[in-house]
C-alpha cells in the first residue's frame, strides 16, 4: 500500500479543520439564539408585569373617581365672596 502524498495530508488537515470551525460555529450561532430567545421571553415577562400594574393601577383610580364627592361652584364663591 502506497504512502500518501505531503499535499494530499495538508488537504485532509485543510478539511478537518474546516469541518471542526464549522461545527463551532454551528454551536455557538445556536447558543446566540437561544440567549436571544430567553433574553426576549425575560423582557416579555417584564412587559406584562408592567402592562399588569398599569391596568391595575387604572382600575383602582377609577374605583377612587367613583367614590370622589366632587363639591359644586357655590361652595367655593361663597368662601371667596366673605
Known sequence: MGSMPIEAWVAVGVIAAGAVLAMLHALASAVRLETHIHDTKVQAAKLKR??????????AARELNNG???VGQGSASRSQAA
Do not use: M, P
Request: glycine letters at 0%; hydrophobic letters at 60%.
Open 68 to 70: 370622589v364627592e366632587i
Open 50 to 59: 408592567v402592562y399588569a400594574e398599569q391596568v391595575a393601577a387604572i382600575e
